[in-house]
């Protein structure tokens, strides 16, 4: 007898939300909102996170185009988190802002969950 998963079954299949974030807010609910990640117990702010990876890669430009290899890779997850951290460090950069809209919009076709699609759409439609 084969093996089947809760999401083979049709009526189950993720069309509004995704298993992780229902997983992420029943863990959040139950177990407090803390990762396990001693760095953001009590983070930094956003924008000196980004100023300081910026600074360590050689500029906003360099986080762009490594967003833009990963995207290429196929790697949209950590592409987005550098495409950000660009936009974050150079929010008038139209060339970091053109990256970030296309590493979104790739993301966002790659969805299948109207939630994720969405968030993601508007992301790559957001001026910053």
Not at 6 to 23: G, W
Not at 45 to 57: G, N, Q, W
Not at 89 to 115: F, H, I, K
């Amino acid at each position: 007898m084969g093996r089947v998963t809760l999401l083979d079954r049709p009526y189950l299949t993720p069309i509004y939300d995704e298993p992780e974030f229902i997983v992420r807010n029943l863990w959040r609910l139950y177990a407090g909102w803390w990762d396990g990640d001693p760095a953001r117990l009590k983070p930094a702010p956003a924008a000196a996170l980004a100023a300081e990876l910026a600074d360590l890669a050689g500029g906003a430009g360099r986080l762009a185009a490594r967003a833009e290899l990963l995207a290429e890779r196929g790697d949209l997850a950590l592409a987005c988190h550098l495409a950000e951290l660009a936009a974050q460090v150079a929010p008038a950069d139209d060339a970091v802002a053109t990256v970030r809209a296309s590493v979104y919009a790739r993301r966002a076709e790659r969805e299948t969950s109207l939630m994720a699609r969405g968030l993601y759409r508007w992301a790559a439609d957001r001026k910053r």
